[in-house]
Structures are given as C-alpha cells and as structure tokens.
C-alpha cells in the first residue's frame, strides 16, 4: 500500500487546483469544478487548505476557515472513493484544524458521521444561510 503525505496547500502551478476541481467533480460539488474558484478557496484570508498525496497523485483535501483564536469551521473534505477507508480524511481535518490555531471547529455535513464522531465533540443543529435569498 501506497504511502500518502499530507502537506498545506501550495499550487505554484495550479495543478493542486485543478486536481481539487476533478475530485470535487467526482464527489459531485460542482460549485468547486474551477480551478481558479479552489485556488481562491485555498487561498483566501483566514483558509488553512491541505492536500494528500500518494504515488504523486492527489487524493484527498480539505479546507477550513479560521480567526486564528477561537473559532473555524471546515469548509471541505474530500477523499477519492479509491482511497476511503485509509484514515486519510482524519489526518486532513487534523492536518486544517491545527493550522487554524483554533480551539474550535464547527462544520455542517450530511455525512460522514463516524469520523466526525470519532473526534471529541459536541452535536449541534445550525443553518446554512444565504443572506439577499
């Protein structure tokens, strides 16, 4: 079995972000298939991003957003369905939730329940809003 490396977010020549945009079409989120869109996803104020590697193939990312204090929320995990399973997503939210230099991470999801359940926790119910809708 492959090793993987997870590493921050660094796409000198875009290819982390194109490769982001493809694993995010295959995990159907198609607000993430540009390219420049993940760029300036990972790369906005407050975002910590980090990619997993294995074989020189990108398997894996995440994002999340923080204050550098006390709060951020996880934005986005994926993982190649070829590679689930692998303990992957957890070093990813480890890997952003520390370079947040928060105390605290919310994220709202629809799945994965047992690896955010397996971190120490507290279940929340919350809103996604769209403010001007």
Not at 13 to 42: F, G, K, N, Y
Not at 46 to 56: N, T
Not at 80 to 95: K, P, S, T, Y
């Amino acid at each position: 079995m492959a090793t993987v490396e997870i590493r921050p977010y660094d796409d000198v020549d875009r290819s982390d972000a194109e490769a982001i945009a493809r694993l995010s079409t295959s995990v159907q989120w198609p607000s993430l298939a540009d390219a420049e869109v993940v760029h300036r996803v990972c790369t906005a104020p407050g975002s910590a991003a980090y990619v997993a590697q294995s074989a020189g193939r990108l398997v894996g990312w995440a994002q999340a957003l923080g204050d550098g204090v006390l709060q951020s929320h996880l934005s986005f995990v994926a993982v190649d369905h070829e590679h689930r399973g692998r303990g992957i997503a957890r070093l990813l939210v480890v890997a952003v939730f520390q370079a947040t230099g928060t105390v605290r991470m919310d994220l709202v999801t629809d799945g994965a329940d047992g690896l955010y359940e397996s971190f120490s926790h507290t279940r929340m119910h919350g809103f996604r809003i769209y403010p001007g809708a």
